[in-house]
């Protein structure tokens, strides 16, 4: 594989344009405001920006509903506003991969409204239909709007499957049509110059249409296998049409079946979301201890050469919890969101960071701890400032307010009223966060994230190392090796926010020239045979 290794030791950042600069003072962010911030991602050390879904759209599912995969929608730009922003971007040692939505359509996509004209449409069978609804494949993911998986279509008098809402229809996958509309749009947007994509609910682009003997998919093995096939053959068509695209698929499954979805060696997703770590990690801090998550990480299949974990804290979705029991879930809602409206779907969180953890010191430790590991780190946009969330905005829209750019605002120059989404009041509100004051103080959550976001993409070692987890220390410290070849780090991270006392003990064999250094102040600290460490309340050290 001749690939350019890039993605590797990229520094990721999440962003939906519509609520990130506004331009034109209409109160919807755009491409050309986008364009302008560029220089402030490349100055935060982000090098590669995950753009949330920019075309037409009936905004059901806040823009995951597509009705034109081949465009830009016009709320946000066009076309050549995006050929801009790649230049751009491109020109500060930026790339932007793009959300590929296509395990289904909006219901308004001209191709579900021909589909459902009648039953022997010739676009009928892009869409998967049924006389009577099967067993549903899994709960509804959207269970205070939809009870079932499949919607009757009145005219036609079937029934049509959908995922996620009824306005979301699945495509049919099987079908050479439909995988032939995949590929065209994978091989339109590279040619515009995207350097990969972010693959949106990959067990269901990838799968089958149920079968008849009973909805399957759920766990069904034949659907899986053909699903890596597929997805094998459209890795191939996606590296045969660019050297350097990248694939970052969502899968949130257990870490075994998501080896599935890596594949062997240069095949399957290049990176995957560690949902099972990142669960685990609020369990950890839940419970004030280590273990969990040390756990998790030990038992982690290693990503070879020509795969990559990805680590998270939070994203635009609910903090989903589904891969912990119920009485783990039950556990961390206590700890994280006591209040009913804190929740959404039975399943996740809805808020962000510094109001769910509360205490700033956690916040720091947890995104320094998502630093320190050899995976990809993927930044959420407003993480590096803190921002809070808006509880009375519906479902995951609490998370996805305009950015905060100064106290004013800086989103828009339209009155606030008027912009796209209502902005976060109180504690979190632009009055204490926002980039300007944090960016004018040293001390700052951003001071600190960009630190340790330039340090892990200055520091390529560490996305090529292996993770080791290591025993030892109070019960919540988390300590781990990143080892490599020629550079090794050893991490230590409190989650207890007691703090403690480790004392680190070098192999006896190495000891002649080992010595160990803090990786954020260069302090040189002579371990000939051990040292001691204390760490503060949620402290931590990288050496
Ligand atoms: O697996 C899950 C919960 O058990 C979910 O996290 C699921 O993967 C997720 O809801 C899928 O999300 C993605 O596709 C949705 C969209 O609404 C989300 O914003 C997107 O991240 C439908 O396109």
Redesign the pocket.
């Known amino acids: 594989d001749t690939a350019d290794l890039w993605w590797r030791h990229a520094v990721y950042y999440c962003l939906d344009v519509e609520i990130f600069q506004d331009s034109d003072g209409d109160g919807v962010g755009d491409i050309p405001g986008l364009i302008s911030r560029v220089p402030y991602l490349a100055d935060l050390g982000i090098t590669c920006l995950w753009l949330m879904p920019f075309f037409p759209t009936e905004h059901k599912?806040d823009g995951?509903d597509v009705t034109d995969y081949f465009t830009v929608d016009p709320r946000v730009g066009s076309l050549g506003d995006l050929v801009e922003l790649i230049r751009v971007a491109r020109s500060h040692g930026i790339r932007i991969i793009i959300d590929f939505?296509m395990n289904?359509t909006s219901d308004k996509h001209p191709w579900f409204e021909q589909a459902r004209r009648s039953k022997d449409d010739p676009k009928r069978h892009w869409y998967v239909w049924r006389d009577e609804p099967p067993e549903d494949p899994h709960p509804p993911?959207f269970p205070d709007q939809e009870d079932s998986t499949w919607s009757l279509d009145e005219k036609t008098g079937q029934y049509y499957l959908h995922h996620?809402l009824r306005y979301?229809p699945d495509l049919n996958v099987e079908h050479p049509q439909v995988r032939r509309e995949i590929e065209k749009n994978l091989g339109l947007w590279l040619e515009i110059g995207v350097a990969g994509f972010r693959f949106?609910?990959v067990p269901f682009l990838f799968s089958s249409s149920p079968t008849e003997s009973g909805a399957g998919d759920e766990d069904g093995e034949v659907a899986e296998y053909d699903g890596l096939e597929h997805l094998a053959r459209v890795r191939g068509f996606v590296s045969r049409r660019s050297g350097e695209a990248v694939l970052l698929g969502?899968v949130?499954v257990t870490h075994e079946r998501q080896m599935d979805w890596f594949g062997d060696p240069n095949e399957g997703l290049h990176l995957q979301f560690d949902f099972p770590s990142m669960q685990r990690l609020y369990l950890a801090l839940a419970r004030g201890e280590a273990a969990p998550l040390a756990e998790m990480l030990r038992s982690r299949p290693p990503a070879d050469a020509s795969h990559q974990w990805a680590s998270f804290v939070r994203n635009?979705?609910e903090l989903?919890l589904?891969q912990l029991s119920d009485e783990e879930r039950d556990e961390v809602f206590e700890a994280f969101a006591p209040d009913e409206d804190m929740r959404v779907y039975g399943?996740g969180i809805r808020r962000r960071l510094p109001p769910m953890l509360g205490d700033e010191r956690a916040v720091r430790m947890v995104y320094a701890f998502m630093f320190s590991l050899p995976d990809a780190p993927v930044l959420f946009y407003g993480e590096e400032i803190g921002m809070g969330e808006n509880l009375d905005l519906h479902g995951?829209l609490a998370v996805r307010t305009p950015m905060q750019w100064s106290r004013e605002g800086g989103f828009s120059t339209a009155p606030p009223e008027d912009w796209v989404r209502a902005e976060v009041q109180g504690e979190y509100g632009r009055e204490h966060v926002n980039v300007a004051d944090q960016r004018a103080d040293p001390g700052s959550l951003w001071s600190h994230i960009r630190r340790l976001s330039r340090l892990y993409r200055d520091t390529p070692q560490q996305a090529w190392s292996s993770l080791e987890m290591l025993d030892g220390g109070p019960a919540g410290l988390l300590s781990h090796v990143c080892r490599g070849a020629e550079w090794s780090m050893l991490a230590l991270h409190d989650l207890s926010g007691e703090g403690g006392t480790v004392r680190v003990t070098l192999d006896a064999d190495r000891s002649a020239d080992a010595f160990l250094t803090d990786r954020l102040t260069g302090e040189r600290i002579d371990a000939s045979a051990s040292v001691t460490f204390d760490l503060e309340p949620y402290g931590w050290r990288w050496l």
Do not use: A, G, K, P
């Open positions: 599912d995951y939505v289904h993911f996620f979301q949106d609910s969502e949130n635009h979705d989903t589904d399943r995951r």
